[in-house]
């Protein structure tokens, strides 16, 4: 039987190294499907419940991996069904690429069934790039393509097969007019470094200042240890923003965690009083949690020229490889023998995680969420990987958790959609099935996609060496996050037909397919149902019964913030009394280690 090009297709992703292929079948890909029943598991195809779960698979595997992530959809329904998955890569700055089934050339332009549009739809999601083949000689060029600009933009890309066109006998491009043909796969990033005047420029800025504040994103990650010497020169402190959690661990003591809107105190109050600001690798955009505009002289380094002083009118602007300009710059910055800086953020960084401590253990009804975050910290894994939703998770995995060792984490950062927590942390397992994996999930990101994924974890949890992959609910029965917003940036209060949710029992549930349910509803079992959770032989879902009245507050609260949540209440919000009162609770742990 000759090679079609569907076939030819696998074997080019093979070539690349592409392991598997997260996707849901259709007819629109029967071509694809047909050939990967022939290629003997490789790569392997990882069949979601849901394309846009396939979508948000390959991104938590391309982040955690380092790798290209692939997934593939049907025509019509299933390509649309990718987008909110390839936004998030797209706003991430994530490699994946998209393999998507269009119906048969025939009958394209004839208004057929399942017949979208599908270059205008993926227009902007695949900006970078997008093409649709039309004849077998356009591979392996339009692979190769895709995944090296996937590769070397950070973006996702997109390859429309028409369904006809997979069937067909596998012809390559002849070296010919109008032929284009490729090369041996393979993709290494180029290391770039700025310029050693505009370096050198930068280093007098910093050594000028006399209070520094360094904060770090994910562009910094591979530059960890050239952040640290930065930081031990000039006695900075390091903020990091949400996608850059795990750039550095938290145990080091100039480390002030998150900053912003789910930030910490030492962060913003090191924004507020430093004089000098460095950015690397961030694209963070509250810029009210940065230094007012002009009271700090501000050098960014990143590697995207498109993406650097946009949030703050900094002084020099460092085009390169993160840890090239840093390893450029270093010889020239003097070490700051003034350490009085430095011992303020030490101190408050101590006395911030004491107030952390004391905020997860006010008392909440039945169990405060902090607790769940703070109770994992001691016991995660040094090469734990943790995913988190949006929601209220986000707030507690950015504040609560202490990451050290080799752990990693992320969630979606940018576009902040609902759902992919559950199948990130699918992604990571396959992209390191002997690490434990731990996804923090609200119950409206359950319900709204991660039941069915439990689904997914339970069939291929026989492929992970290690088995620990620990997915834990919020169960509150509130779509907390927005019920906060609409008190504290509306002034009006919880909406119950808009933010209740159906009550249900998410470790029932789990054990109903195979996997380890554990109920917690009380706050002294959460510390030992992590402990079983973190030594089972299988996945495990935590039903945490927790308080949806306990404030994710901010480290600064604007008084209109403060005014409008207020209003909120006197409005009659049905868990007034609730919020208030433990409103008051979690504030004071905050002034008493002030006092």
Not at 253 to 282: A, F, H, K, N, Q
Not at 467 to 487: F, G, I, K, Y
Not at 527 to 543: K, Q, T
């Amino acid at each position: 039987m000759s090679k079609q090009v569907a076939d030819h297709i696998l074997e080019r992703l093979r070539d690349w190294g592409v392991q598997q292929v997260f996707g849901y079948p259709g007819d629109g890909i029967n071509g694809l499907v047909a050939a990967f029943g022939r290629a003997d598991d490789r790569p392997r195809f990882i069949q979601a419940r849901h394309e846009e779960m396939a979508a948000f698979s390959a991104v938590g595997y391309a982040k955690f991996s380092g790798r290209v992530g692939v997934c593939a959809a049907t025509s019509g329904p299933g390509a649309i069904h990718l987008l909110n998955g390839l936004y998030d890569a797209k706003l991430d700055h994530v490699p994946v690429v998209a393999i998507v089934g269009q119906t048969a050339r025939s009958a394209m332009g004839g208004h057929y069934q399942q017949e979208v549009d599908l270059l205008s739809l993926f227009k902007d999601v695949a900006s970078e790039y997008v093409h649709m083949a039309t004849v077998p000689e356009q591979f392996p060029n339009l692979i190769d393509r895709a995944i090296r600009v996937a590769l070397a933009e950070r973006a996702p890309t997109a390859v429309i097969v028409p369904a006809d066109l997979q069937e067909m006998p596998y012809s390559p491009p002849r070296h010919a007019f109008k032929q284009v043909p490729s090369s041996v796969p393979g993709y290494r990033p180029p290391v770039t470094c700025a310029p050693e005047d505009e370096i050198a420029r930068a280093a007098e800025v910093i050594n000028a200042g006399a209070r520094t504040a360094i904060l770090v994103g994910q562009g910094a990650r591979d530059a960890a240890d050239e952040v640290r010497q930065v930081a031990e020169l000039t006695g900075a402190g390091v903020a990091k923003a949400l996608l850059g959690k795990d750039v550095l661990p938290d145990d080091l003591p100039y480390v002030t965690g998150p900053i912003g809107l789910l930030g910490s105190r030492p962060s913003y109050e090191m924004m507020r009083d430093c004089d000098t600001l460095l950015i690397v690798g961030s694209n963070f955009p509250y810029s009210q949690f940065l230094p007012e505009f002009g009271s700090a002289r501000a050098v960014q380094i990143d590697v995207d020229g498109k993406m650097i002083g946009m949030r703050y009118p900094t002084e020099v602007n460092l085009v390169g490889d993160a840890a090239a300009t840093l390893r450029s710059l270093i010889p020239r910055l003097r070490r700051r023998d003034d350490r009085s800086w430095r011992e303020t953020i030490e101190g408050n960084v101590a006395a911030w995680w004491e107030t952390v401590e004391r905020q997860a253990r006010v008392p909440a009804e039945p169990t405060n969420p902090m607790l769940l975050f703070w109770e994992l910290s001691a016991r995660l894994p040094d090469d734990a990987i943790v995913t988190a939703d949006s929601g209220s998770a986000a707030n507690w995995y950015a504040r609560d958790l202490r990451f050290r060792g080799r752990m990693r984490g992320s969630l979606s950062g940018t576009l902040a959609t609902m759902g992919p927590g559950v199948p990130y942390a699918i992604g990571a397992k396959f992209a390191h099935p002997s690490r434990p994996v731990i996804a923090l999930v609200g119950d409206g990101a359950m319900q709204m996609n991660g039941l069915a994924e439990l689904l997914t974890i339970a069939r291929y949890r026989e492929r992970w060496s290690d088995p620990r992959l620990v997915v834990a609910v919020l169960h509150n029965n509130d779509l907390n996050q927005v019920t906060w917003e609409l008190r504290a940036m509306g002034g009006e209060p919880k909406f119950e037909e808009s933010q209740n949710l159906p009550d249900m029992n998410y470790a029932a549930f789990a054990q109903s397919i195979g996997l380890e349910g554990v109920v917690v509803d009380r706050p002294e079992e959460i510390g030992p149902a992590w402990e079983r959770a973190l030594a089972a032989d299988r996945p495990v879902v935590l039903d945490v019964h927790c308080d949806p009245d306990i404030p994710p507050i901010p480290p600064h609260a604007e008084f209109e913030q403060l005014k409008d949540a207020a209003e909120a209440i006197l409005k009659g919000d049905p868990d007034g009394f609730g919020v208030v009162r433990k409103g008051l609770k979690t504030k004071a742990q905050e002034l008493f280690s002030r006092s």
